[in-house]
């Protein structure tokens, strides 16, 4: 049951990285924000994520997974609620910051837990991956269901029904037995002596690149669905262009998903050791990613935006889930909150800064224009994530 608990929480945490994207074609004409605004949401939801993270780290390390789990759907279902009823600004900014707290108490709970409770703890890599399958489908349900409750329902009620898939989870984390075990104390000085670990900070920038590409896809693939369908038909109805902004990112979701599926299974049957191999892996998805947005950057038609939202998703799919494995498999279980929680906080960084910037330039202008930004973030992803294959631990 404690494996159902992980897994729920990485889904949710997929819902609340898929949620602004999803509910933006609405959200924005609502409070009356452009781009730009809609990126500082997005800026401000990823910083509180950012701090979040450190926190939640060294907290789960003391207290256990058990409660930070519970904590984790409780506070992201209030906001959620929140959000859905908020009418200005101001109102939906503050939900998002909060928003940040619960969704990284999920992250950590789910994140850290699965290589522990997944392939009796033996494969670390293939069991991040495999979890995370379940973070591409709350990223891609989030949309779908969305998209479906805009049609039958109002702005209000759709979001709300988010809130309420996200906190029926609270029952099985608190029904759940076998947790596993934590280190019980509040050890901060442990949490900086990570820090000049050269493993840990070289997984850190690789989350760094890595969860930039990602928040950008999930934030403005919707708005780039609709640049391109506007461009093939410029007598395409509001609507139509909403929908098709929303599939794009359910696209990019259920690739991300069969990519993860195939890197935690497939690994096993072939006799590869994917935790001892994940640098070499990440590298070449980085590349793989790289071509797909330079192509996007060039597309003009429907059919072609689809083909390359899934090759981004296949391309993004093992990355994060396999450097988190590679980077648990070089330290102790006791620490693995502490420096899952260092290894986030860096890479969300990323997400503070690369999608506000994609905003920033796509104000007159285009976010087709501003996929260019995410070039460059792919060659260090490719050089930082090579560089992860060899360095040591040495706690």
């Known amino acids: 049951m404690v494996q159902a608990v992980a897994l729920c929480c990485v889904f949710g945490l997929g819902m609340c990285f898929s949620l602004l994207g999803s509910i933006s074609v609405k959200l924005m004409p609502r409070v009356q924000m452009d781009a730009g605004k809609f990126g500082t949401l997005i800026s401000g939801f990823m910083f509180a994520c950012l701090v979040a993270s450190l926190v939640v780290g060294v907290v789960t390390d003391a207290i256990g997974y058990q409660w930070i789990a519970v904590l984790g759907f409780v506070l992201t279902a209030a906001c959620i609620f929140i959000l859905a009823f908020g009418k200005t600004y101001t109102a939906v900014l503050w939900p998002c910051l909060l928003l ?25 890599a293939a069991a991040s991956n495999l979890a995370n399958v379940f973070f591409g489908l709350g990223l891609f349900l989030t949309p779908l269901i969305v998209s479906f409750l805009f049609r ?36 901060i000085a442990a949490a900086v002596k990570l820090l000049g670990q050269p493993a840990v900070l070289t997984a850190a920038f690789v989350l760094f690149c890595y969860i930039a590409l990602e928040a950008s896809f999930c934030n403005w693939l919707p708005t780039f669905g609709k640049e391109v369908i ?47 191999n994940g640098g070499w ?45 590679v980077s648990f498999s070089k330290f102790s279980s006791d620490i693995h909150g502490s420096l899952f929680g260092i290894i986030f906080a860096v890479g969300l960084a990323g997400a503070v800064i690369v999608p506000k910037a994609m905003g920033n330039m796509a104000k007159g202008a285009s976010i087709q224009k501003s996929l260019k930004l995410l070039l460059p973030v792919c060659i260090v992803l490719i050089i930082l994530a090579l560089v992860l294959s060899k360095v040591k631990g040495s706690l």
Do not use: W
């Not at 979701?253 to 590869?272: C, E, H, S, Y």
């Open 100 to 124: 940040g707290f619960g969704a990284m108490a999920l992250n950590t709970a789910g994140n850290v837990m699965a290589p522990q409770v997944l392939f009796d703890g033996k494969d670390p």
């Open 281 to 325: 892996v990440i590298a070449a998805a980085a590349l793989v990613a790289a071509i797909a947005i330079f192509l996007m950057m060039q597309c003009v038609q429907s059919l072609h935006a689809r083909l390359l939202a899934a090759l981004a998703g296949l391309a993004f799919a093992p990355c994060f889930p396999t450097t988190v494995g």
């Open 152 to 187: 039958t329902a109002g702005y209000e009620k759709a979001v709300s029904v988010l809130g309420v898939i996200v906190l029926l989870p609270v029952l099985i984390a608190l029904a759940a037995k076998g947790y596993p075990a934590s280190s019980a104390k509040l050890d």
């Open 230 to 276: 506007q461009k093939e038909n410029a007598s395409v109805e509001a609507a139509a262009a909403d929908a098709f902004g929303q599939q794009l990112l359910s696209i990019f979701a259920i690739a991300m998903m069969a990519g993860r599926l195939a890197t935690g299974l497939l690994p096993a049957r072939i006799g590869f050791d994917l935790t001892a």
